[in-house]
């Protein structure tokens, strides 16, 4: 367990946890961001055990999620503002504040989902300012789901109906399902795992919603400009991409032709996983972690 730490900002409070592993096999930092909904404690707790290449371990919580919120000063005080709408742009912004708060600049990273489209959108930022690229391993990041954008707008376009669902109708554990349907329809759906899901996913429903809005806008433009996308991808050197073996075919192909196309890229293919696979195999996804970043 690590304190929660907070960083106000203009617009929001960060919430942050630092994990200390004292056996680590060097003194290298790494910044590990979630996926939507899920807090970062939670999506890398059951992680964290395991690795061992990281002096310092830095698991933010995205605004929204977790228990960073929006927020607004008055007289010196922040207040919580209701949930709102959020943009990948500002949430890569306030990453990169928390780092330049923490004080680090050199850093590996891990990203789940949502949390992979800020990774890379951050690192893409990092290379525009003339500084290194950021070593990642990515677990099925949002953006790179579908090699044809036209075809991933469509795939977005089921995750919005289930953002709407949640916002318009209150019914959380429909949209949920709606969400779950469409980002893992063939899953194992066993009542205990969907149970767990549901739980987690409804600690903030809305910010839920609104981080899935902000993926699905992102690509929209990503799908008007698709040399967005390709920035993203010609900026990230070294990558290592964690799929589900029960996500989708498309998914893994378009890993598989990221891998052959960029030198440094690999892709690993979880058995028995979909797109919940940090919650269902977090030892052997750390273990292939470990591997990955043993090479600086």
């Not at 954008?149 to 995750?159: E, G, I, N, P």
Request: with cysteine; proline share 4%; net charge negative.
């Amino acid at each position: 367990m690590s304190d929660i730490f907070f960083l106000s900002l203009p617009n929001a409070r960060i919430a942050y946890r630092l994990y200390e592993n004292p056996q680590a096999k060097s003194d290298r930092v790494c910044l590990l961001l979630h996926g939507a909904g899920v807090a970062g404690e939670i999506t890398y707790g059951p992680m964290l055990p395991y690795f061992t290449q990281w002096r310092w371990m830095l698991v933010p919580d995205l605004k929204g999620m977790g228990d960073s919120f929006h927020c607004y000063s008055e007289k010196g005080e922040f207040h919580h503002r209701e949930e709102g709408a959020v943009s990948i742009d500002e949430l890569t912004d306030e990453v990169d504040a928390l780092l330049a708060h923490v004080k680090w600049d050199d850093f590996d990273l891990v990203a789940y989902s949502l949390g992979g489209l800020v990774a890379l959108k951050l690192n893409y930022q990092r290379r525009l300012q003339g500084k290194k690229p950021v070593k990642m391993a990515l677990l099925e990041p949002a953006s790179l789901d579908r090699e044809d954008l036209s075809t991933l707008m469509d795939v977005r376009q089921k995750y919005r109906h289930a953002s709407k669902l949640i916002r318009d109708t209150g019914d959380v554990e429909l949209g949920v399902a709606s969400f779950m349907d469409g980002v893992s329809p063939n899953r194992r759906k066993h009542p205990v795992a969907e149970a767990t899901t549901q739980s987690r996913l409804a600690h903030r429903p809305f910010g839920f919603a609104y981080a899935l809005d902000a993926v699905t806008d992102h690509v929209a433009r990503m799908a008007n400009e698709p040399q967005l996308r390709q920035s993203l991808i010609e900026a990230s050197e070294q990558v290592f991409l964690f799929s589900g073996e029960l996500s989708h075919d498309a998914l893994r192909q378009h890993y598989d032709l990221l891998s052959e196309q960029n030198a440094a890229w690999q892709h690993k293919a979880l058995s028995g996983c979909d797109h919940s696979l940090p919650f269902q195999k977090p030892r052997q996804i750390a273990n292939h972690i470990n591997k990955w970043f043993e090479t600086v």
